[in-house]
Structure formats: C-alpha cells, structure tokens
C-alpha cells in the first residue's frame, strides 16, 4: 500500500480543494494540534441536540487533509487526540451542572472534570488517527481506513472500563427516522461507519492523484452519497406499510415532576416532593389510566421497610394496576455489609411490592468511584456508593407484557439491553436527567434511547424527572412527549413490539464485523487500483 503525497503537478489555483488540504497539510505542529481541536468541536454540531449533519463533512474532510501533513506516528496521534479533544469537550460540557447541583463538596473539580474525561476519551481517536497513518494509504483507500478505525474506536470506548459510548456519530442521525433504520440491522457503530466514510469522503477532492481528473474526481464523493441515499430508501421500505399497534388493555401514565436536582434531596423538601407525584398521578384523566410511571429516585424513601408510604402510594394505583417507581433500595436489617441500589420497584394497589430491579451498570464517579482506595473523592450521587444489580432482567409485571427496565445510563450500551432468555415487548427506561439542567445532555440520553428502540425492535418507554419524557415505538417513531424543564403528566398508550427480531437483536456486533470486514475489502481493492495507476 502507498500513501498519496501532494505533489505539485497542476496549479492548485484550479482545484480549491486542493489548495485547502495542501494548506492544512503543511501546518506546524502546534497549529496542527489548534485546528484539530477546532474541527473537534465543529463535528459537535451534527450531534443532539443542534443536529446540524452536514457539519460533519467539513469536520472530517478538514482532519484527515490536516492528518496527512503529520510527519510522524507521533504527530498523527497527537492530531487525533486533539480533535477528540475537542470532540468530547464540546458535546460533554454538560458533566458541570451535575458539579455545581452542591458546590461546596464538587465546586472544586469544576475546572477539571471536562478536560479530563474529554482528555481520556480523546485517547480513543488519538488511536484512530495513529492506525490511519500506519496504513499509508490514500485516495478512497484512506477515507475507508479511517471510517474503519473510528469505528473501532467508538466499540472499544464502549466496553473499556466499563465503557462510556456516549455520543457516538451514528448519533447524528437519531432525529431522522428513515436513516435511523439501518441500526436494527448494523447498530449504531455501523451507522457511524457509513456516517464517517460518507462525510470524509471529500477528503480525495484534495489529492492531485484524483484532483487531475476533472469531474472524474467526483465519482467517489457520488458513490459515497449513493450509498447514504441506499441507506435512506432502505430505511423508507421497512417503515412503508407498517402501522402503530398498542396493547389492549394498558394505558400509562408518566409523571413528570420537574424537580430540580438542587432541591431534591433536601431534607425539608423530601415530603413535599414525594406528594407532588402523588398529586400528578392523580390530576384528571386519571380514570383512564391503568399503569403509572415515576422517574428514576422518584421517591425518597426505603419503600422495602417504608409500609406507610407503600400505603399512601397505593392510594394512588390504578384500579387492577400498578405505579413503577424510581427508588433508593437498602440491605435488609442485620445484612453483613451495608449496601444501597439504585432500583425500580412495582407496588400494586394493596401496596404490595410485586418487582423489584436493581440498575446493574453504574456510573463511575456519579454512583461509585472506580479504585476507592486510590481515588479519595466522593462520588456525586447524594449519599452511600451504590451496589451493582446482577444483570439486566426481564420483569413480568400484573397487566403488562414482559418489560426490560433500564435505570438512566443503562440505556446508552447498544447490545446489552435485552437480558437472555424469553425476549421482554418493551423497554422501560427511568431516568433523572435533572443532574444535567437544560443543557444537550438530556437530548444525547433521548437520543441513545430512540437508538436503543430500533436497534432491538422493540418499544421505549421513557421517564423523566425534569424530561424529556418520552414514547417511541419498535420502529423510533415518537408517539408522545414532554418536553425538558415541563411538569405534567403524558398520558399514552403501549406501542406493541414488532413482528419478529430484528437482525441485530440476533446477531449483535457480528452484524458490524461483517460491515467493517466489507470495508476491509473495499480498501485493499483501491489500495492495488492506487498502486497500478
């Protein structure tokens, strides 16, 4: 394999493209590492909630020019933390309003936790970057090499240290239902595949082997647009002809209180906040209500030993139905080791608690902090550490079909959604986004929940103390919400599942291998195509 060089063999006054990546490419490196971190923070907005796609191209066009200007693996890799840099930053910025909810205790780590999560996760594209430059490719060649190795990246950002695939740039397509699609059957990596190689394909407009071929040139700009639009129709087939069935019988109510995380969980507050979602459950319309829903630490009690607040909530069930609350679960009196869960519980209507799910995937410095003994800083989550659950689980609830329940950040891992065994018909995702104010983070969380949805075919129900609140049905199609920083209730029906599985609910990254091995293909036929022109 070779790597294109930018000779000077035509005029680059004749090709703009040219003269903008000869440019980029002979920056020093200090301008280098500036401008990368520029185009970071450009591709931030093609992401929820500003959504602007086509930012995408001149962010990745405008890296990998300025890529092949690195003289050293060294450099490249410097360059890709750069953008990630300021990729992360600028779409994580958010991760201060949950410091400043108490800045006396996190006030402190204001200045720092951006730049070092940002910092950490940058390291993920430093790589990309790195293996792009050791391919020594170029032309389609290159841009394929890249889209592969940013994909990598974004699967192992999500499964090193328990992994954090927050924002990955299949996202930017969360609002676009047709495009959307194609994660049932690749994930979203796999959209992000395709984003990437479609949005740097550009990139050979700037190379004087492909630049000297007048409109030639354009071909694989035109292919790589083909195949987006095949991606669009294929997205407008599945959704053709398929209608919004609910299930007979249920009709949920979600309440959204609207607290804010400063107020919360303040001693003198706890009771009036308790009685605001008994109020809201039972605001008019509430005759037609069979199941209510609570977000995330709805409730700031123990309700395992708590039998008088059991019975004032069930006061407030649904004749024959259920409230499902967000709540704080305690180890049992005498256990061996004190121990706290984040947990959703059902209490019917003689204030029995008929399920129990405790949230298995912790945030790391949110609801534990990783390496305790070495790292001597509270988590933020008010209170103990919490204790991972055992997994996720498939609930059997009176009145419902079978349910997968995500508590807040379990939502966001594509692929380890749906526990094994007998498949749930819905997920129930409760969540308290009041940590992140009205800021993009509540619009990411919505977004990897929509992905969530479509990826397993199946129904997303989502609970919100300050919103989004939302429904979605197998296919992401938004049936109702409320909207952030709102106090309400939404009132809606249950989508049904879809008719079957989709295929990455039955294969699961097997379906991104394929794709990227398909990649693979495609790069080492223009690798050769380069070598014998």
């Given at each position: 394999m070779?790597?294109?060089?930018y000779?000077?063999?035509?005029?680059?006054?004749r090709?703009?493209?040219?003269?903008t990546?000869?440019?980029?490419?002979?920056?020093?490196?200090?301008?280098?590492l500036?401008?990368s971190?520029?185009?970071?923070?450009?591709?931030?907005?093609?992401?929820?909630?500003?959504?602007?796609?086509?930012?995408?191209?001149?962010?990745?066009v405008?890296?990998?020019?300025?890529?092949?200007?690195?003289?050293?693996g060294r450099?490249a890799f410097?360059?890709?933390?750069s953008f990630?840099?300021?990729?992360?930053?600028?779409?994580l910025y958010?991760v201060t309003?949950?410091?400043?909810?108490?800045?006396?205790?996190?006030?402190?780590?204001?200045?720092?936790?951006v730049?070092?999560?940002?910092?950490g996760?940058?390291?993920?594209?430093?790589?990309?970057?790195?293996a792009?430059?050791?391919?020594?490719?170029g032309?389609?060649?290159?841009?394929?090499v890249?889209?592969?190795?940013w994909t990598?990246?974004?699967?192992?950002?999500?499964?090193?240290?328990?992994?954090?695939?927050?924002?990955?740039?299949?996202?930017?397509?969360?609002?676009?239902?047709?495009?959307l699609?194609?994660?049932?059957?690749?994930?979203v990596?796999?959209?992000?595949?395709i984003t990437?190689?479609?949005?740097a394909?550009?990139?050979?407009?700037?190379?004087?082997?492909?630049?000297e071929?007048g409109?030639?040139s354009?071909?694989?700009?035109?292919?790589?647009?083909?195949v987006?639009?095949?991606?669009?129709?294929?997205?407008?087939?599945?959704?053709a002809?398929?209608?919004?069935?609910?299930?007979?019988?249920?009709?949920?109510?979600?309440?959204?209180?609207?607290?804010s995380q400063?107020?919360k969980?303040?001693?003198?507050?706890r009771?009036a906040?308790?009685?605001?979602?008994?109020?809201?459950?039972?605001?008019?319309?509430?005759?037609?209500?069979?199941?209510?829903?609570w977000?995330?630490?709805a409730?700031?009690?123990?309700?395992?030993r708590d039998i008088e607040?059991?019975?004032?909530?069930?006061?407030?069930?649904?004749?024959?139905?259920?409230?499902?609350?967000?709540?704080?679960?305690?180890?049992?009196?005498?256990?061996?080791r004190?121990?706290?869960?984040n947990?959703?519980q059902a209490?019917?209507?003689?204030?029995r608690?008929?399920?129990?799910?405790?949230?298995?995937h912790?945030?790391?410095?949110?609801?534990?902090?990783?390496?305790?003994?070495?790292?001597?800083?509270?988590q933020?989550?008010?209170?103990?550490?919490?204790?991972a659950?055992?997994?996720a689980?498939?609930?059997?609830?009176?009145?419902?079909?079978?349910?997968s329940?995500?508590?807040?950040?379990e939502?966001?891992?594509?692929?380890?959604?749906v526990?094994?065994?007998?498949?749930?018909k819905?997920?129930?995702?409760?969540?308290?986004?009041?940590?992140?104010g009205?800021?993009?983070?509540?619009?990411q969380?919505?977004?990897?929940?929509?992905?969530?949805a479509?990826?397993?075919?199946?129904?997303m129900?989502r609970?919100?103390n300050t919103?989004?609140?939302?429904?979605?049905?197998?296919?992401?199609?938004?049936?109702?919400?409320?909207?952030?920083?709102?106090?309400?209730?939404?009132?809606?029906?249950?989508?049904?599942?879809?008719a079957g599985?989709?295929?990455?609910?039955?294969?699961?990254?097997?379906?991104?291998?394929?794709?990227l091995?398909?990649?693979?293909a495609?790069?080492?036929?223009?690798?050769?195509?380069?070598?014998?022109n």
């Amino acid at each position: 394999m070779v790597r294109t060089h930018y000779a000077a063999t035509t005029s680059p006054l004749r090709n703009p493209f040219r003269l903008t990546a000869r440019w980029l490419a002979g920056r020093g490196w200090a301008s280098r590492l500036i401008i990368s971190t520029l185009f970071g923070l450009l591709a931030v907005g093609a992401l929820p909630p500003l959504y602007i796609v086509p930012l995408a191209v001149p962010a990745f066009v405008g890296f990998l020019w300025l890529l092949t200007g690195a003289p050293t693996g060294r450099a490249a890799f410097a360059a890709g933390w750069s953008f990630g840099f300021g990729y992360f930053a600028g779409g994580l910025y958010w991760v201060t309003e949950a410091l400043l909810t108490d800045t006396e205790r996190f006030g402190w780590m204001v200045p720092l936790a951006v730049p070092i999560l940002s910092g950490g996760l940058a390291l993920f594209i430093a790589l990309a970057a790195l293996a792009t430059q050791m391919m020594r490719t170029g032309g389609v060649a290159r841009v394929l090499v890249f889209a592969i190795a940013w994909t990598g990246a974004e699967w192992l950002r999500g499964a090193v240290l328990t992994g954090f695939p927050w924002n990955p740039i299949g996202s930017i397509w969360a609002d676009t239902t047709v495009m959307l699609q194609s994660v049932s059957v690749f994930g979203v990596f796999g959209l992000g595949f395709i984003t990437v190689a479609v949005a740097a394909m550009p990139t050979v407009l700037g190379e004087p082997v492909i630049g000297e071929r007048g409109l030639r040139s354009w071909r694989p700009v035109l292919a790589a647009l083909l195949v987006l639009g095949v991606v669009a129709v294929g997205g407008m087939v599945r959704l053709a002809g398929t209608e919004i069935g609910y299930v007979q019988g249920v009709r949920l109510r979600i309440v959204q209180a609207n607290i804010s995380q400063i107020q919360k969980w303040r001693a003198e507050r706890r009771s009036a906040n308790f009685n605001k979602h008994l109020d809201l459950t039972r605001a008019p319309g509430f005759e037609k209500i069979t199941h209510v829903i609570w977000p995330e630490s709805a409730v700031p009690y123990f309700l395992s030993r708590d039998i008088e607040r059991r019975a004032i909530i069930a006061r407030a069930v649904p004749k024959g139905g259920l409230i499902l609350t967000g709540v704080t679960r305690r180890s049992a009196p005498g256990a061996t080791r004190r121990q706290f869960w984040n947990s959703l519980q059902a209490i019917d209507e003689a204030g029995r608690l008929v399920g129990t799910y405790d949230k298995a995937h912790l945030v790391p410095f949110g609801e534990y902090v990783p390496l305790r003994r070495y790292v001597p800083i509270p988590q933020i989550a008010n209170g103990a550490e919490f204790s991972a659950g055992p997994g996720a689980k498939t609930m059997n609830l009176p009145g419902l079909p079978p349910m997968s329940p995500l508590i807040c950040y379990e939502a966001i891992f594509p692929g380890a959604v749906v526990a094994p065994g007998p498949r749930p018909k819905w997920f129930l995702n409760i969540t308290n986004d009041g940590w992140f104010g009205k800021s993009a983070g509540p619009y990411q969380h919505l977004a990897a929940a929509r992905m969530r949805a479509v990826e397993e075919g199946l129904p997303m129900v989502r609970a919100a103390n300050t919103g989004i609140s939302v429904v979605f049905d197998s296919y992401g199609r938004e049936i109702a919400r409320l909207g952030l920083g709102k106090q309400g209730v939404l009132d809606a029906p249950l989508p049904q599942a879809m008719a079957g599985r989709t295929p990455f609910s039955r294969i699961g990254d097997w379906s991104l291998a394929l794709l990227l091995a398909a990649g693979w293909a495609l790069v080492l036929v223009f690798s050769r195509r380069d070598v014998l022109n």
